[in-house]
């Protein structure tokens, strides 16, 4: 196996990073753009001691789910690696990525995989864009990085955002260039904006922008701030977030309110809730109300339930379920988080929730010393999925059913093993398509608790 070696292979699989996969003398080839199915012609472009990656130089022949590329011009960010794919085949490919996981560590012969739950329209769906800011060829810029680089290639239209916040950078951008206010330059370190961050309330209209700088005061920071809020149209918060540090990390520690207020507005299956610049909320609104709702029919809550939800951020899910338990407890590590979530209680007029600032597991812990009996536990970690500690705590509370809200099919199978090992057994697994044209998958599961 050699470098720019042209060969013709089949396409055996797709994996989960969206790579087609084929295999010479039992060596795997990763090929950008391919399909299952698919005889294609490759040019070999890295190869490494385990495996290689490879371009379709030409297709031989071609998969039934291929489709054509709608917009050319994303191929080179990698902002949407399954396009080529059809809709039903990508969700058929998430399924198959969470039957995969969880296949590698745990028995799934008597679970329910459902199919992927799927959007009319997988199309403009994110509420939430961070773009960077360059300066080419003497010109400031927003648009995306190319993968695998830090070479930023302009771009106004992404395709899978609201198109009313792809306006709202390419007005912000404008703004910029006209008070000549300098990009970021990371190899000297020097320049002032280095992100602009959108948010966009998908019922509301609502407009949140976060500027990213590299200093905290600078000249026209004021006719800056005035020029966006009276051009940007909803807007309602202009925020500064001060990211000094030479990282690839977006957004530094502090932040501070320009115009407006810190935080903007968003209705989830008719509840209404505010999100702050710091507040984790989910990208794709349509969906999020499916995934809330699929997650309580599974939880199956009653009336006489009490429910914890973990992770519970702004209190999205712990104030959906509300209505259907007896009380309902959340914990952040965030403060901020929880400070919105306590806010979003009232705006609801929801009086049947306790939220609490601190590290899930030690919160989980005190709860269940101080004699709280749990019939539900909800949990929704980051990728990187529960602590072990957690996990503990969790079995050693004994709640009746859990319901894993997952990112991350490898560290849901993870952990669903940890907890079936707790006395839990998986019942049923509910795959959400909340990023469609990518390879992310998110997925609902209910365990039931086996030992009394």
């Not at 055996?12 to 294609?40: C, M, N």
């Not at 489709?67 to 080179?76: G, N, P, Q, R």
């Not at 059809?86 to 995989?113: G, H, R, T, W």
């Not at 979003?344 to 269940?368: C, M, R, Y």
Request: hydrophobic share 40%.
């Amino acid at each position: 196996m050699e470098k720019n070696k042209i060969m013709e292979v089949d396409v055996v699989d797709v994996s989960y990073q969206g790579f087609g996969v084929a295999k010479v003398d039992g060596f795997p080839i990763f090929i950008d753009g391919a399909l299952t199915g698919e005889r294609v012609e490759i040019k070999i472009d890295k190869v490494l001691k385990k495996f290689a990656f490879a371009s379709v130089t030409k297709f031989i022949t071609q998969s039934d789910d291929r489709v054509a590329l709608k917009f050319e011009d994303s191929k080179a960010s990698g902002t949407m690696p399954l396009q080529h794919m059809s809709y039903e085949a990508q969700l058929k490919f998430k399924k198959q990525q969470v039957i995969n996981s969880l296949s590698k560590i745990i028995d799934i012969s008597d679970v329910k995989i459902y199919d992927t739950l799927g959007m009319d329209n997988p199309w403009q769906y994110r509420n939430k864009a961070q773009v960077p800011v360059r300066n080419l060829n003497g010109k400031l810029e927003t648009g995306y990085f190319k993968q695998s680089s830090h070479e930023l290639v302009p771009m106004e239209d992404f395709h899978i955002q609201d198109p009313k916040i792809d306006e709202a950078i390419v007005i912000v951008r404008d703004i910029l260039r006209e008070l000549e206010i300098p990009a970021y330059d990371p190899v000297k370190h020097r320049g002032i904006i280095r992100n602009i961050s959108v948010r966009r309330g998908h019922y509301t209209g609502e407009v949140m922008v976060v500027l990213v700088c590299n200093v905290k005061e600078f000249d026209k920071l004021d006719i800056l701030s005035e020029r966006i809020f009276e051009s940007v149209p909803g807007i309602v918060s202009l925020v500064q977030n001060i990211n000094t540090k030479q990282t690839n990390l977006i957004l530094g520690r502090k932040s501070r309110v320009l115009k407006g207020v810190d935080y903007y507005s968003d209705m989830l299956n008719g509840q209404k809730f505010y999100i702050s610049s710091h507040s984790f909320y989910q990208v794709n609104s349509l969906q999020t109300e499916v995934l809330y709702k699929t997650a309580i029919e599974l939880a199956n809550i009653q009336k006489t339930d009490v429910v914890v939800d973990a992770y519970c951020g702004i209190g999205t899910i712990a104030l959906s379920l509300a209505n259907s338990a007896k009380h309902v407890y959340g914990m952040d590590i965030i403060g901020d988080a929880i400070t919105m979530a306590k806010k979003n209680a009232l705006e609801n007029k929801i009086k049947n929730v306790t939220f609490e600032s601190g590290d899930a597991q030690d919160v989980l812990g005190f709860w269940h010393n101080e004699g709280l009996e749990i019939d539900v536990l909800l949990v929704d970690p980051p990728r990187k999925g529960l602590d072990e500690a957690f996990i503990n705590n969790a079995i050693e509370a004994k709640p009746e059913r859990i319901v894993y809200v997952s990112c991350n099919p490898a560290t849901l199978a993870r952990d669903v093993s940890r907890l079936e090992e707790g006395g839990y057994k998986l019942i049923s697994a509910q795959p959400v398509d909340m990023f469609p044209q990518t390879v992310h998958v998110e997925c609902i599961a209910l365990l039931q608790r086996e030992i009394s």
